[in-house]
Each structure stands twice: as structure tokens, then as C-alpha cells.
């Protein structure tokens, strides 16, 4: 599964729904269009805390770094060029020197190693840390049948879980530390539209619970947004619970890192990301309350409408952690991009489109600088954008990571690959560090587990 580093790509799909639907839109209300609502959010905090449970390491290997930041950066190749730092990187990190691999994506961090689908592109899972010298080192391999598995997780030093995609309905659990398989979980009671296949798209961690979004096996998706939840100590399946659709709009999940999803009074958010189709149905922050596994239907946190209630084309964010016990932060797209509207106005409607005009328009789509990062009340259901960080791609790439109670996250633009350095309690944000030589990937602490 080859990422790629500024933008993502949606299904062919969903790309046509988006379009025609932005269009009409576009056509039945320029004028509403022609705003550019680029309403404020902005976040203070008296009492952050950011660290997404960095348990320490009771046994640290001596011969392993404990410490540090894993770079990694996209070629024009689309491999991966990856760079270990030993401290915080100021100034410029420069990958041209780094380990090229095929694919480097880690999916969990625990005890100073990272976890992820193997950089050679082989079948199965690796563990990777960094050695003594600074190297990246392979520690070992967890073997799956379907190469195109994904997603895997680790809570603690004793449990982690995996899906092969070769077998959909079984949640693997293994041993973090000896990568030995000591069970399965049986999903198959897991309500899935359609009777069909599902792939688990993250493994979200509460307690010994651990909740699972799906998405068809082959990549469609699902007109309401889907989790699956098991039990970790019984090994067994739990039960579902879902964010109904309107059985027409379909509605998406990204596979956002980490986990620093719980708040200050236990409550798990997860997101989706709504329906890219403009056909209304925004992207939602779903609440797990403390104490219950179904989401709330009466919290209908809708960021992107928040930020922008005229932002019908593609009222959508992603990348949410919970920064403290009531502010999480997300990449919230803003506006819709004034220059799509023209070419369509231009061309008197979605119908009248050229084979080159929609070429147009597509990239405009996932490449307008349309976003913003900011900060999300989540009990007043606020949305206020972080001054200093340039506007990004609602799409574009790169993880969030955590160092010293404040929250790095990134911004791959048309002009820089940078990461930014917000401080939750200050509410001030300044530039962290460049990357260059590759395009942005993610930064990965190794000193926090995620």
C-alpha cells in the first residue's frame, strides 16, 4: 500500500459524486460560493495534556535508542526515505541521505519500537527500532497472507492485535515483544451492509475494549459510519455501533495514526470523514460516552460546518487528537476553492464541462490550500483556527506527534515541508523545523508510545 505525502486519493467514485454535486451547488449558489468564510478558531488551555500515554519502558534494551524522532519523506519514486534524529530537529532536516525503503508507515509506536506493514512490500507486519548506532533495525516479522494488509495496533507490552485481510472476520492478538501469535477473535457477529467482507481501517484502545472502524474488503464504503468493538480479556466480540446515514450518502473513514482520543472525563472520539459528495452528510466527531460503547446520537459536533456554515462542497476534517481533557486539534477544510466555481460558472454548468475542464477541477479539488488547523471545544462544539500555521490541504499529508506537552503537526504545502510546534497553553504556534530532500511524510517520536 504505497502512501503518498501531500494529498490523498479518493475512489473514482466518489470523486464523480463530488464533482457533480459541488457543481450543481456551485451553480444554484454563487454567491454563497463566491464567500470566502475563513471564520476563527483558536484554542486556549490552562491545563494541557498532550502526551498520548507515554508509558515508560520497563526493561529498555540497552542496545536500542529510547529516544528520538523516525523522519520519513516520499521520493518522486513514491518510496520512502526514512532519517532517525537522536534530538528535536531545528532549522533543516535533510532526507536525500536517508534509508530508501518501498514503504515506510508505522501504525503504532510502543516502548521505543514501531510496528507496520513491512517496507519491502512483502506479505505481513514488521517491527522495526532504532539500534545503537542510530540505524533502522528490523526486530522481527509477523507473517500474514494477504499482502495488502494494513492495520496494526499495540496497547501494552502484552497485547497487540493485527487484521490479515485474507481472513476478514478474525482480529489477530499477539505479543508485542516475541511477535507470537496467542489468538484470535471472532468478528464475524459484527453487522456489516450488505453481508459483505469488511477490512478494519484503525484500532482504537479503551481500557480493554478496543473499537474498529470498517470498510468493505475491497475499498467501497458504507452509507453509515461502522464500528465494530471487541474485549480484549475475554478475547471476544462485543458488538457495533454506527452513525446512521441517510442511506444514500456514503461515508467515509481515513486512517488517521495514534490513538489520544479520550478526554479528561473518559468520553473516546472518533471521526469520519462525512461524505465527500456535498450530499449532505458533513463529516462528524462522534462521542463514545464514558461507561457506554455506542456512539451518542445527540452529539453532532460537526467541525467543518462550524467553521464555515456555507462550506456545503466539502465539509469535512481530519487528523484529530485530544490534546487535553476538553480540546482535541484537526485539520478543518475552510473554503471552498473560488477558482473550481469559475471554471464551472465559466462553462455555464457542470454539464457543459470539457474532458480538460474536469481534469481542471479535479485539481483544484485535492490540492486547494483550503484548510486550517485548529483547535476543537469539545464541550462547547467550538472550532477556532491556530494563528501562525499556514493554510493546508484538507487532504495533504504528514502524522501529528507530541514532545514535551506541546503538539507538532504537519504542513506539506506548494511552498514548504514543515512541521509547526503548537503549545496548548500559550495557544501560540511557531515554525518547528523544514524537511528536505523528499516530500513529508510523517514524524514518528519513538519515545512516546501511539
Known amino acids: 500500500m504505497k502512501q503518498t505525502f501531500k494529498h490523498i486519493s479518493l475512489p473514482w467514485n466518489i470523486i464523480a459524486m463530488l464533482l457533480l454535486v459541488f457543481m450543481l451547488g456551485a451553480c444554484d449558489s454563487s454567491d454563497d460560493d463566491n464567500q470566502d468564510p475563513n471564520a476563527g478558531m483558536g484554542m486556549t488551555d490552562d491545563d494541557p495534556d498532550p502526551d498520548p500515554d507515554p508509558d515508560p519502558d520497563p526493561d529498555p534494551d540497552p542496545d536500542n535508542q529510547t529516544s528520538g524522532f523516525v523522519v520519513v519523506g516520499t521520493t518522486a519514486s513514491e518510496t520512502a526515505l526514512v532519517k532517525y534524529v537522536e534530538t528535536l530537529p531545528t532549522g533543516m532536516v535533510d532526507l536525500s541521505d536517508g534509508t530508501d525503503f518501498a514503504r515506510f508507515f508505522p501504525t503504532s509506536i510502543f516502548d521505543n519500537a514501531m510496528y507496520l506493514p513491512r517496507p519491502d512490500e512483502a506479505s505481513g507486519f514488521s517491527k522495526y527500532v532504532v539500534n545503537a548506532d542510530g540505524e533502522l533495525a528490523e526486530e522481527g516479522i509477523i507473517p500474514t497472507l494477504d499482502a495488502s494488509s494494513f492495520r496494526i495496533a499495540v496497547r501494552d507490552a502484552q497485547t497487540g492485535i493485527f487484521q490479515d485481510r485474507a481472513t476478514p472476520n478474525l482480529i489477530s492478538v499477539f505479543n508485542p515483544e516475541t511477535l507470537q501469535v496467542t489468538g484470535t477473535i471472532d468478528m464475524s457477529a459484527g453487522f456489516v451492509p450488505g453481508d459483505v467482507d469488511q477490512r478494519y481501517q484503525r484500532f482504537i484502545f479503551r481500557g480493554d475494549d478496543v473499537f474498529a472502524p470498517i470498510r468493505e474488503n475491497g475499498g467501497d464504503i458504507f452509507t453509515s459510519f461502522i464500528l465494530h468493538q471487541a474485549n480484549l480479556t475475554s478475547g471476544s466480540f462485543v458488538g457495533d455501533t454506527q452513525r446512521d446515514g441517510n442511506g444514500v450518502s456514503e461515508i467515509?473513514?481515513?486512517?488517521?495514526?495514534?490513538?489520544?482520543?479520550?478526554?479528561?472525563?473518559?468520553?473516546?472520539?472518533?471521526?469520519?470523514?462525512?461524505?465527500?459528495?456535498?450530499?449532505?452528510?458533513?463529516?462528524?466527531?462522534?462521542?463514545?460516552?464514558?461507561?457506554?460503547?455506542?456512539?451518542?446520537?445527540?452529539?453532532?459536533?460537526?467541525?467543518?460546518?462550524?467553521?464555515?456554515?456555507?462550506?456545503?462542497?466539502?465539509?469535512?476534517?481530519?487528523?484529530?487528537?485530544?490534546?487535553?481533557?476538553?480540546?482535541?486539534?484537526?485539520?478543518?477544510?475552510?473554503?471552498?476553492?473560488?477558482?473550481?466555481v469559475d471554471i464551472v460558472l465559466a462553462a455555464g454548468g457542470v454539464q457543459n464541462l470539457s474532458p480538460e475542464e474536469i481534469q481542471q477541477v479535479f485539481a483544484i479539488l485535492f490540492s486547494a490550500e483550503s484548510a486550517r488547523w485548529c483547535v476543537l471545544d469539545l464541550d462547547a462544539q467550538t472550532v477556532t483556527p491556530i494563528a501562525g500555521i499556514p493554510a493546508v490541504g484538507v487532504f495533504s499529508g504528514g502524522t501529528n506527534f507530541f514532545f514535551e506537552g506541546d503538539v507538532f503537526v504537519p504542513v506539506a504545502t506548494t511552498t514548504e515541508n514543515a512541521y509547526y510546534r503548537y503549545n496548548p497553553a500559550s495557544g501560540m504556534a511557531t515554525k518547528a523545523f523544514d524537511i528536505t530532500g523528499a516530500d513529508l511524510l510523517g514524524v514518528f517520536n519513538i519515545g512516546n508510545n501511539n
Do not use: C, H, K
Open 252 to 340: 467515509l473513514t481515513f486512517n488517521n495514526f495514534g490513538q489520544s482520543l479520550i478526554d479528561g472525563a473518559g468520553n473516546l472520539y472518533i471521526a469520519d470523514a462525512g461524505s465527500t459528495d456535498g450530499s449532505g452528510l458533513p463529516a462528524r466527531l462522534n462521542r463514545i460516552n464514558a461507561g457506554t460503547n455506542e456512539i451518542d446520537p445527540t452529539y453532532t459536533f460537526e467541525p467543518a460546518l462550524v467553521l464555515n456554515p456555507m462550506n456545503i462542497f466539502l465539509p469535512t476534517f481530519n487528523a484529530v487528537n485530544v490534546i487535553s481533557d476538553t480540546q482535541a486539534i484537526a485539520r478543518v477544510n475552510a473554503t471552498t476553492p473560488q477558482a473550481a
